[in-house]
């Protein structure tokens, strides 16, 4: 690659001004506090990742991503954005490129909602679709190369693109959140993985402010990272794609970080599912499959203290809205056509709101 010109530079720093601006406008994410009885003496906190401009956590990802790529040179004026992604990355992309006025090209499967695509291609962005999600890694860079641009791969540097020790992350954001709550320093800390980016920054946020909070990351059928984690194998890969989109991976993504994670919760496709119908139900929040992944691990986490008779907090996150969702994963024919049935998991949820007791 050619040395970077003065002009080079004066875009960069413009663009870096931009992000940063767009930052500086944006209010934080609400911390919500869903009721649970007060005998059980647990308290549930959500962090509304919903309400960033793109409309999920990856907004966050986004814009470090694109700070990483100017900072090192690899993005430039009319630079071509090319991303692997099951959607949400893709969206949060598409509006940070817009915002610097740089073409975007997503390469995502078919099974993509329709509203994820619909989305990007609002933001500017035009969609690659192939069949499988193993593919989607070769087809990007192949892009990337034939457009001159710049792949942004999210599943590497998820991890390295944000600072884990503060500056405004999301673990600092959550923990000044919960300053002036009875429970300011949390028993556990719920999460998913798609790239990996967020469980790393969490953990290491955690171990380097010395706080006793666990990190327990949640991951649905078919994904890598949970036999991967449990069986200690790095390069562990099943092959096949997660139906909950956003996270869970074929493969151990290179940004997920097995060793700072002390728990990890295993989880049916449809339990998910039931988990995203029932928040809606207990908490009038209307969220996407991965919170429902979430709420199934915590709901778990918040059974074992019940019954160990310890009083704390959880948190955990509302990674996007279920309005993007409409046509899948809320509509009955669709979970039909998957085999995926809710009410078996959704009867065990009554049940633990009415005793207290997990027998899922």
């Known amino acids: 690659m050619n040395r970077a010109s003065s002009t080079d530079r004066s875009w960069a720093d413009q663009a870096v001004r931009k992000i940063s601006a767009e930052?500086?406008?944006?209010?934080?994410?609400?911390?919500?506090?869903?009721?649970?009885?007060?005998?059980?003496?647990?308290?549930?906190?959500?962090?509304?990742?919903?309400?960033?401009?793109?409309?999920?956590?990856?907004?966050?990802?986004?814009?470090?991503?694109?700070?990483?790529?100017?900072?090192?040179?690899?993005?430039?004026?009319?630079?071509?954005?090319?991303?692997?992604?099951?959607?949400?990355?893709?969206?949060?992309?598409?509006?940070?490129?817009?915002?610097?006025?740089?073409?975007?090209?997503?390469?995502?499967?078919?099974?993509?909602?329709?509203?994820?695509?619909?989305?990007?291609?609002?933001?500017?962005?035009?969609?690659?679709?192939?069949?499988?999600?193993?593919?989607?890694?070769?087809v990007a860079r192949e892009v990337a190369e034939t457009s001159r641009g710049h792949y942004m791969d999210q599943f590497t540097y998820a991890e390295r693109a944000t600072d884990w020790r503060g500056n405004n992350n999301i673990a600092e954001s959550i923990f000044q959140q919960l300053e002036l709550e009875e429970y300011p320093v949390p028993d556990w800390v719920v999460v998913g993985a798609g790239t990996g980016g967020t469980s790393a920054t969490i953990g290491r946020y955690l171990r380097y402010h010395c706080h006793q909070t666990r990190l327990a990351v949640v991951d649905p059928e078919n994904s890598a990272f949970y036999p991967g984690w449990r069986d200690g194998v790095p390069d562990y890969s099943t092959?096949?794609?997660?139906?909950?989109?956003?996270?869970?991976?074929?493969?151990?993504?290179?940004?997920?970080?097995?060793?700072?994670?002390?728990r990890m919760i295993q989880v049916p496709d449809a339990a998910?599912?039931?988990?995203?119908?029932?928040?809606?139900?207990?908490?009038?929040?209307?969220?996407?499959?991965?919170?429902?992944?979430n709420l199934w691990g915590v709901w778990q986490l918040v059974a074992e203290m019940i019954a160990d008779g310890r009083r704390g907090s959880i948190v955990s996150l509302m990674c996007d809205g279920g309005e993007r969702y409409a046509g899948?994963?809320?509509?009955?024919?669709?979970?039909?056509?998957?085999?995926m049935d809710p009410e078996p998991y959704e009867a065990v949820l009554k049940k633990f709101f009415e005793t207290g007791v997990w027998e899922g």
């Open 23 to 138: 930052n500086n406008r944006s209010a934080d994410t609400h911390l919500y506090s869903v009721p649970l009885p007060e005998h059980w003496g647990v308290q549930l906190y959500l962090k509304d990742e919903s309400t960033h401009r793109s409309g999920s956590l990856k907004h966050r990802l986004a814009r470090s991503l694109f700070l990483f790529g100017l900072v090192n040179g690899w993005i430039r004026e009319d630079t071509t954005i090319v991303e692997a992604s099951s959607g949400s990355t893709a969206v949060s992309e598409a509006y940070f490129a817009q915002l610097l006025g740089l073409p975007f090209v997503a390469v995502m499967t078919r099974t993509t909602s329709p509203e994820k695509i619909a989305l990007i291609e609002q933001f500017g962005g035009s969609c690659l679709l192939v069949d499988h999600a193993s593919e989607v890694y070769a």
């Open 328 to 339: 899948n994963y809320y509509n009955p024919a669709w979970l039909a056509s998957q085999n």
């Open 272 to 293: 998910s599912v039931a988990a995203m119908r029932h928040l809606r139900t207990v908490a009038d929040l209307h969220a996407g499959p991965s919170t429902g992944t």
């Open 239 to 262: 092959g096949m794609p997660s139906r909950i989109e956003g996270i869970g991976r074929p493969r151990m993504e290179p940004s997920f970080v097995p060793s700072v994670i002390d």
